[in-house]
């Protein structure tokens, strides 16, 4: 199985980490920066990430985006 998204990046302090999965294309968000777009998935993800009964700590696409 290839990796949908990879990125490398320094790890020399601490940094806000958050991917965005969205229409089957991940994006990598580092500090608030989108700083990478993985490629589309073949086919949907199965299964569920456990965040859904969270939805109190989840964040919009658009204020991510903003930090």
């Known amino acids: 199985v290839e990796p949908l998204l990879v990125h490398e990046a320094p790890i020399d302090r601490p940094m806000h980490v958050g991917i965005l999965y969205e229409g089957g294309v991940p994006k990598l968000f580092l500090n608030g920066a989108l700083v990478k777009t ?11 990430s456990g965040w859904e009964a969270r939805w109190p700590f989840a964040i919009e696409r658009a204020a991510l985006e903003q930090l």
């Open 38 to 48: 993985g490629r589309r998935a073949a086919s949907p993800l199965s299964g569920r």
